[in-house]
């Protein structure tokens, strides 16, 4: 199979050819192949649009769905090369940030997979989230790539123009792909492409002239938002990607033979986030241009518009300014006020008002007046979404709101990852759990075999070996694989609460100096990229990188514990990272993280968890019961409170024993010889006067339940329990489960 495309490209046999060339045919294979598969046809089609696909390598779950996992690895074995070789050489497309997009990428596969009609629709970055880079203990960014000759786009040749006022481009769309596990159907992602992009107009990093719309549309996801003229090229990218995707759906629409009004029937559009949002304006102009009065419209669009939210940040709740869209999308501003104007004569109260008293105006609400359905990602963020931050929508509308709570696909984040694993699972329940999660449950039948507690204790200790040694090639990292493997692994945000992590280290660090020996030495793994423009997150980076060296040069902590940061955090480093871990850091403040999919991967691959009652932990909590995972700190009702009091002052919880010789040892001298005064000053200076997300508040108990943790690790047979029940349980969050409900419950298809 791949020697004949080794051939046929490289005219050489496949033993002949460089990983690279070998990646090249497999490519072509897994291509031509999946291109090869029905897509499902039904009354309605899904589109999910989203800024974000964060899928991640396609070799492996693409051999792996197409069921040409052994073959290929028979042919490359023949050959003296392996699926991993190939894999090295294949580039990482990071078209995400984080949670929002591989959550999007998760539920591709799970359509795929069960045979719906539905496909992603976004933007094709050419270069995707930056690649982080480590230099002085600080990150720095550098552009990213993954677009080579050949590549998993295929150009379909379609074109849209698009309007910004006087100017024109236009976009081109491109598609991957995305077979189903069991090779029967596949789904596709559909990516707009700016015609003419220019990569020379990137200059030092990823810098680069964000006036040039006509050249940099699909350079980057997200650019800096830090001046106006980034905000502006983001609302440039969300309406290029939305005028594309309205063109294309009702150009799909009159092929199937059906006229505009039929599209509510025919099409449901999920809007992931609001940055997608403009969608709702943008069809309501087409279809009024197509000659549909403007109310008719508006009816038709909210019966086929959906709308996730993720997020109750109000940083992260997006508004823009009238004056904004006036100026890049001056033909969409009048089909704005008049939605406005509607929504106002049926709901006067300002907080409902699209427009709103500052002139900005609110995606969400748009979304919500004009969409016809509303979820949340989580029981606990559907929750607070009801009763606090869009209580006067859930009052209103009330059957517009429901909960999808996250799921991940477990053929990626299982049967990929910890092959090991996967088959520890099928000797003892057989394959169907591949495409029926619940079935994990039957492995609890086996929590209490001394054998198999064994033999998972020792898949975990393979995991950790294979992890310690890739960290040795990868970053020169020398660790233990007897140690505890501690891992928080996310984006780097002051909610998630790195910092906390970091203050638990610094204790700890004190503990042994002063002789109190932990049982065993303790490996503490982060993986995090900052916003290139969020200082704070920065300077917790740059805090933790120096703590890491300040441990690392003294020869009494280090034989006890040791810090390693990865370098630049992707997909690809997660699925080293999950199989190998043990303990599973989920410490957001509570109420602030609306699910977290991390957390879920991690208990999937025997983790346990160490969390607060936040986002998909309480699921987690209520599934596994309290004695199997290791909770702590302030309840969301508590936390919200004391933000409505604005009653949290961190000085009094820093003036204390405990607490404050670990904050000042930021300024410490053995701090600051690795670091730099400004950048470490500034966060002691956070967490003594503003800590908006209260790590000091949490941290007593977060250094309790964590000692307990590692007491209780010592104790083989008891944690292998625990993990085993983790693993049974984490059935529920499968996202074929997640896809199900969507489909059941909101799309129809
Ligand atoms: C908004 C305005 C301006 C610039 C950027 C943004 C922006 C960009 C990305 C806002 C939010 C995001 C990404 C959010 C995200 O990833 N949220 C995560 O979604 C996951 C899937 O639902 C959840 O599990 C996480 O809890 C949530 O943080």
Request: glycine share 6%; aromatic share 10%.
């Amino acid at each position: 199979m791949l020697s004949e495309w080794a051939e046929k490209k490289f005219h050489k046999s496949l033993a002949d050819c460089s990983a690279a060339e070998a990646y090249d045919a497999a490519l072509s294979l897994c291509k031509e192949r999946a291109a090869a598969l029905p897509r499902p046809q039904g009354e309605r089609r899904l589109y999910y649009i989203s800024a974000e696909f964060l899928v991640g390598k396609l070799l492996s779950s693409s051999l792996m769905n197409l069921g040409l996992w052994d073959a290929v690895e028979a042919e490359l074995a023949a050959a003296g090369k392996s699926i991993a070789q190939l894999e090295d050489a294949e580039p990482e497309p990071s078209l995400g940030n984080g949670g929002l997009g591989r959550l999007a990428a998760c539920f591709m596969d799970s359509i795929a997979t069960l045979g719906l009609p539905g496909e992603g629709v976004g933007l094709c970055y050419h270069y995707g989230l930056f690649r982080q880079l480590f230099s002085h203990n600080c990150q720095t960014e550098q552009p990213d790539g993954w677009i080579e000759e050949e590549s998993w786009l295929r150009d379909t040749g379609r074109r849209y123009r698009v309007r910004f006022g006087a100017r024109q481009v236009t976009g081109r769309l491109y598609e991957i792909d995305l077979p189903g596990y069991g090779g029967k159907s596949r789904s596709r992602l559909r990516l707009f492409d700016l015609e003419g992009v220019d990569p020379s107009l990137i200059r030092d990093g990823i810098t680069f002239d964000k006036t040039d719309i006509e050249h940099n549309l699909t350079l980057f996801l997200y650019p800096d938002d830090s001046d106006r003229a980034g905000r502006l090229l983001r609302v440039y990218q969300q309406y290029f990607m939305v005028s594309c995707a309205a063109q294309m759906i009702l150009e799909e629409l009159a092929q199937r033979g059906e006229a505009l009004s039929q599209l509510d029937k025919r099409v449901v559009i999920q809007i992931n986030d609001t940055h997608p949002s403009m969608i709702i304006p943008e069809l309501v102009r087409l279809l009024t241009e197509g000659g549909m009065p403007f109310e008719e419209a508006a009816g038709v669009v909210s019966r086929c518009c959906a709308y996730t939210n993720h997020t109750i940040l109000a940083e992260a709740l997006e508004r823009w300014p009238v004056a904004d869209l006036e100026e890049v999308v001056p033909q969409l501003m009048p089909v704005i006020r008049r939605l406005d104007r509607l929504a106002k004569l049926r709901y006067p109260q300002p907080e409902l008002a699209i427009i709103d008293g500052q002139n900005q105006v609110q995606m969400a609400r748009m979304d919500i007046h004009f969409g016809f359905s509303v979820n949340g990602v989580a029981a606990l963020h559907t929750e607070i979404l009801e009763q606090s931050e869009l209580a006067p929508f859930y009052r209103i509308y009330p059957e517009k709101f429901s909960n999808k709570t996250n799921g991940i696909t477990f053929r990626r984040w299982l049967l990929g990852c910890n092959p090991a694993l996967a088959g520890f699972i099928s000797r003892r329940i057989g394959e169907g759990w591949k495409q029926d999660a619940d079935a994990l449950g039957r492995l609890a039948d086996w929590k209490e075999d001394p054998a198999s507690l064994e033999e998972l204790l020792g898949i975990k200790a393979s995991s950790k070996r294979a992890l310690a040694e890739y960290l040795s090639q990868n970053g020169g990292f020398s660790v233990d694989p007897d140690s505890v493997f501690d891992i928080q692994i996310k984006r780097l945000h002051e909610y998630k609460r790195q910092q906390m992590n970091l203050l638990y280290i610094i204790w700890k660090y004190r503990q042994i100096k002063a002789g109190q020996l932990p049982p065993r030495p303790i490996t503490f793994l982060f993986g995090a990229k900052a916003a290139p423009a969020y200082r704070l997150a920065k300077d917790i980076i740059h805090a933790i990188l120096c703590m890491a060296q300040v441990v690392a040069q003294d020869p009494q902590v280090s034989r006890w514990m040791k810090i390693v940061f990865v370098e630049n955090y992707n997909v690809t480093w997660a699925e080293k990272l999950v199989p190998a871990a043990d303990i599973s850091e989920q410490i957001s403040l509570a109420s602030k993280e609306a699910s977290g999919t991390g957390n879920m991967k991690l208990m999937l691959n025997g983790a346990l968890t160490l969390g607060t009652l936040d986002g998909a932990n309480v699921e987690i909590s209520q599934l596994v019961g309290e004695e199997n995972l290791y909770l702590f700190g302030r309840r969301s009702e508590e936390v919200m409170a004391l933000y409505a009091k604005g009653a949290y002052d961190p000085r009094s919880y820093y003036k204390t024993p405990l607490i404050e010789p670990l904050v000042d040892f930021l300024l410490a001298k053995p701090m600051l010889e690795q670091g730099d005064a400004e950048q470490l000053g500034r966060l002691y200076q956070d967490l003594t006067h503003k800590d908006w997300f209260m790590a000091l508040l949490d941290l007593e108990d977060y250094i309790r339940v964590k000692e307990q943790m590692f007491a209780d690790y010592e104790d083989r047979q008891s944690w292998a329990k625990k993990m085993m029940i983790n693993i049974a349980q984490a059935g529920y969050f499968s996202s074929d489960r997640t896809i199900e409900e969507y489909n059941r419950e909101i799309w129809k298809l």
